[in-house]
Structure formats: structure tokens, C-alpha cells
């Protein structure tokens, strides 16, 4: 009868364990907002998956992460003024319920001055509210070469309310092991920025 016991509090300790082992965060949590609501990626090169092999993109990864569909709206070269012009045709006529922005990278690139940058992003954002969608945004540093974006981003938030996450390449530009050239990001680079949308989906549920 005592082995009996202790093969039953044997299987229940495994079992537990087991569970404790695949229950973490990760893929096959419950979702984060709302089953009915459209999630859309929308950006620049970033977001498209340049550098990325296919469907290894951030927001391929971050659906399967999800376990749902997530929308690639993501346009090579895109700044926050061809962007703003594209809002409507690309996202608000989806009625989207999230969105996850990545722009900015080009308008620094094209010497576009920070608070130009940030009163688009702004005017993106607050139109997205207004029709009814939560905003994530990733942020951008380059060092050496930042020009205010940085400020420019945290302002977004505190001016909006989005969910920032204030460098989403950190760590990632400049590591040649995460890089496809020095712009872009390779599948290991994509799938940390996946996974740091994903957390920030998480936070806002």
C-alpha cells in the first residue's frame, strides 16, 4: 500500500512538472486580445521581412506565435509620410483591432528632422485610436546617429499612450549574427523582434 502512495505522488509530481514545463509564455497561450480582432504589421522594410527568408518575418512569426492570422503591411522605403498617405487603403480599411507600427528607420535615413517624423507618427497613431485600434510601436536608437528620434519616440508614447517599446533592434544592429547587412536583420534578428511585439501583445491584454 505505501509503494502504491508513493507511485501516486510520483506520477502527480511529474505530471505537475511536466506541466510546469510547457505552460510558460510561448505559443500556445490563449490570445491576447480579442478572437474577432484584425492585427496588423505596419511599417517599413522592418515589418515587410527584408533580409528575412520566407516566412521568417516578424509578423509570420509573431502570428504563429499567436496561433492566429497577423496582416504583413509592410512597405520597403516606407517613411512616416508615405505611410500616413497609405493608411487608409492598407490598414483602416481592414478595421483593425491592433496594430504594430515599425516606421521611422528611413525618415532618419533621409535626414527628415525628428519632430517632423513624430507629429506623422502622431497623426498615424491618433487616427488608429480613433477608429478604434490599441497601437504597439517599435522604437528605433542608432547610435552615433540618433538625431533626437529616440526622444522623438518616447514623446509618442506619453503624448498617445501606445505601448512603446522604446529599441526594438537592441542588441540586434550590429551583431553580424543577427544581421543580414547592416540595416536588416536576418531570420534570428526577426525572430527576437517577434518575440518582443509578442511580449508587448501580452502586456496589453
Do not use: W
Request: glycine fraction near 14%; hydrophobic fraction near 40%; charged fraction near 20%.
Amino acid at each position: 500500500m505505501r509503494k502504491l502512495v508513493y507511485l501516486l505522488f510520483g506520477l502527480i509530481a511529474l505530471s505537475s512538472g511536466y506541466f510546469l514545463f510547457v505552460s510558460p509564455r510561448g505559443e500556445q497561450e490563449g490570445e491576447p486580445i480579442s478572437a474577432g480582432d484584425v492585427i496588423i504589421c505596419f511599417g517599413d522594410s522592418l515589418t515587410y521581412g527584408t533580409g528575412a527568408s520566407p516566412g521568417m518575418d516578424y509578423p509570420s512569426r509573431l502570428g504563429r506565435k499567436l496561433g492566429r492570422e497577423v496582416i504583413n503591411a509592410g512597405v520597403p522605403g516606407d517613411t512616416t509620410a508615405s505611410a500616413l498617405n497609405r493608411l487608409e487603403r492598407d490598414v483602416l480599411s481592414a478595421s483593425p483591432g491592433l496594430v504594430l507600427i515599425t516606421l521611422g528607420g528611413n525618415d532618419l535615413k533621409n535626414g527628415v528632422p525628428a519632430d517632423e517624423a513624430l507629429a506623422n507618427l502622431i497623426e498615424i497613431v491618433e487616427v488608429l485610436q480613433k477608429n478604434g485600434a490599441r497601437v504597439i510601436v517599435g522604437g528605433l536608437r542608432f547610435p552615433m546617429r540618433d538625431r533626437g528620434y529616440g526622444k522623438a519616440y518616447a514623446e509618442l508614447a506619453e503624448r498617445t499612450g501606445v505601448v512603446l517599446i522604446p529599441n526594438v533592434l537592441d542588441g540586434i544592429l550590429g551583431n553580424r549574427n543577427l544581421m543580414s547587412d547592416p540595416i536588416h536583420p536576418n531570420d534570428d534578428g526577426y525572430e527576437l523582434m517577434a518575440g518582443r511585439f509578442y511580449e508587448a501583445v501580452l502586456d496589453i491584454r
